[in-house]
């Protein structure tokens, strides 16, 4: 399990608990996007529900960042 701070505003933390199968999805995510496939269907994703004033965590650019930081192989 990988986890993520993030700072949205002063004295504010947020922290992310990313699952083994939200990292797995995030990558797939990735990978479809940057080949002429439809992508990833976002409904069958587990990053689905974890979104603030409708936009998913995964789309944050601090999120995207920390992720590809420590990507695996």
């Keep these: ?3 993520i ?12 608990d990313v699952s ?5 999805d995030y990558q797939e995510c990735r990978r479809m996007a ?9 409904n069958t994703c587990s990053w689905w529900p974890v979104e603030i004033e ?3 965590l995964c789309e944050w650019p601090e999120v995207i960042r ?3 930081e420590g990507k695996h192989g």
Excluded: I, N, V, Y
């Design 1 to 3: 399990m990988r986890k």
């Design 5 to 16: 701070k993030l700072f949205p505003a002063p004295h504010t933390e947020l922290r992310l």
């Design 20 to 24: 083994d199968e939200m990292e797995k």
């Design 34 to 42: 940057q080949s002429w496939d439809d992508g990833k269907d976002c």
């Design 54 to 56: 409708d936009t998913g």
């Design 66 to 68: 920390q992720m590809e």
